[in-house]
């Protein structure tokens, strides 16, 4: 019921996946060398020109770990950038994708049109492969939720993106002492406790993103995926298929019966696309963000296979993202539809409201 009421407060949440085009990962969107207010400033304006009333955004223990109150500062000044547009922030505290071994300070420049070729893990292979070292990351976690968990202006937490990804396209992350899954399923279990105790007014959610042919059971499903779904204050999940595979997702998950956030979705080259899916979430009032908003440090509008494939110059249809780094769209049309399906859907509700 609180889940529920939580969601009919929010009206249809429809945003992105969010970092400047400036930082090549989250370390370098939140470190205080690299911290760019004034490009955040300028691209989140733009995702409220589209209509987006929210944003997905990861962050890092490492940059909390070496200046706990500088980090806090540095998010409340996002949050008040977000806010002043009318955007709610989800806050993604872990990250099992991409780099295994993060590190302060200067970060890499991109590998040429490589999608995300600078992205890192938190907790990186050493905290994560080592359960003894679970425990350090309570303080990283209960800082960050302790001192935001009456503020309005965080709409979610969402505690670890694809936990039991194994990275099998870039880094292939099959060393460990026991399956990655497993050790991300120990860390989950250690932060839901460590949130559950600060209880803050927003609710929590982490995303399964595999074995999706198996979401209509509980019995098939994998146990980290289960783990995630019966957890979770709000499902949510990742889906990059095309409109069919969406509508079975959707369906499978409706049977939890409480409020559903696509975190991650739109591939064009999937047919994963704004005209197809968007039209699908407001149907079925589900939240959706995007992976990708401005092209730039993290390559996201080049596609995966971009690891194992040369490209000398960016692809004629883009991966991700939606717009170029001086605010031109990469399709006017796509831009135009987006506007034109949350006004809609705006203009509905108030009208709703109205009567």
Known sequence: ERAHAWYKKQGWLVGCNFVPHTAINQIEMWQAESFDPFSIDRELSWAAGLGFNTVRVFLHHLVWEADPAGYLHRI???LAMAAKYNIKTMLVLFDAVWDPFPKLG?????????????????PGYDVLNNPARHEDLKHYVQGIVGHFKNDERVLIWDLFNEPDNMNLGSYKDDDYIQHKAELSLQLLQQTIGWVRAIDPIQPI??????????WHSNEEMSAIDNYMFSQADIISFHCYEDVKGMKQRIKD????????LC????????NSTFQEILPLFRKHNIGGYNWGFVAGRSQTHCPW???HKTYEDEPETWFHDIFRSNGEPYVQAEVDFIRNIIAAAKKKKKSRQTA
């Not at 200067?106 to 938190?122: I, L």
């Not at 998950?253 to 559903?260: A, G, K, T, V």
Request: net charge neutral; charged share 25%; with cysteine.
């Open 106 to 122: 200067k970060q890499p420049d991109p590998r040429p049109f490589v999608h995300n070729s600078g992205w890192v893990q938190c």
């Open 205 to 214: 959610t982490m995303a399964p993103w595999q074995g999706m042919d198996k």
């Open 253 to 260: 998950l409706q049977r939890f019966d409480r409020p559903i």
């Open 76 to 78: 409340d000044l996002f």
């Open 305 to 307: 296979d971009s690891w």
């Open 263 to 270: 975190t991650e979705y739109m591939a064009r080259t999937l």
